[in-house]
């Protein structure tokens, strides 16, 4: 059975610190990985996706890497903000599974001016 | 507004009555999921639509849970006889058939439920 896990549970930083988020899951049949942020009370926002093909991709102060060997994804975000206060999901798209995404519990950043 | 709405945002019931969310997804999407998240974590998958067919369904969908997809186009889910366990957000996502690598799934704004 699949299981993503996401370390910090939550994260606190001043303002334009560099960050890394963490993402790990069990099994390497996946399709691809992504990364969500998800706003208090909102729905989510996809931000990355990484094919399990492929090692990164980067958006704008976004840079997503995953190591599907190794069941470890990280997002890294440059000169944050307090606009980038949010949760930050990671979820697979696993093998044979329609379209069923299996999502971490998140962490919490906040960035403080 | 092109992306997925959800119907009501907010929903408080007592115990033992029945409520209906609705979602309306992207308009060429093919693919619409429901799923539940409560306080602190993250999603869990309930269910999927492809056109009208429902192809799987999570073993946490009790029977008390249903869910619709008539024409292909919007989907209800609904909760007989609900609980103070199913207080959650339900939230709705769509996607297109495509390359499944690529594939990226869309969410609504979400219905949060509150049971009393």
């Known amino acids: 059975k699949q299981e993503v896990t996401q370390i910090p549970a939550a994260l606190s930083v001043p303002e334009g610190e560099n960050l890394v988020l963490n993402c790990s899951f069990t099994d390497s049949a996946i399709y691809n990985l992504q990364w969500f942020r998800q706003d208090p009370g909102k729905g989510l926002t996809s931000l990355l996706l990484i094919q399990s093909s492929q090692r990164e991709q980067t958006s704008g102060r976004l840079n997503a890497s995953l190591d599907k060997s190794s069941g470890r994804s990280t997002l890294y975000i440059a000169a944050s903000q307090p606009g980038d206060s949010a949760t930050y999901l990671c979820?697979?798209?696993?093998?044979?599974?329609?379209?069923?995404?299996?999502f971490g519990q998140g962490t919490e950043l906040s960035v403080k001016p | 507004d092109t992306g997925v709405s959800q119907d009501p945002r907010h929903k408080i019931t007592k115990r033992g009555q029945n409520v209906t969310f609705r979602c309306d997804p992207i308009s060429e999407h093919n693919r619409l999921y429901w799923y539940r998240q409560t306080l602190g974590q993250g999603p869990e998958f309930l269910t999927y639509f492809q056109n009208e067919a429902q192809l799987e369904k999570s073993r946490l969908l009790s029977d008390r849970f249903s869910a619709e997809r008539p024409k292909g186009s919007f989907s209800t889910l609904e909760i007989q006889r609900t609980e103070q366990g199913d207080s959650a957000m339900y939230l709705c996502a769509s996607s297109m058939t495509g390359e499944i690598y690529q594939e990226t799934q869309y969410f609504g704004p979400g219905t949060r439920l509150l049971v009393l």
């Open positions: 979820a697979v798209l696993i093998y044979n599974q329609g379209g069923k995404l299996i």
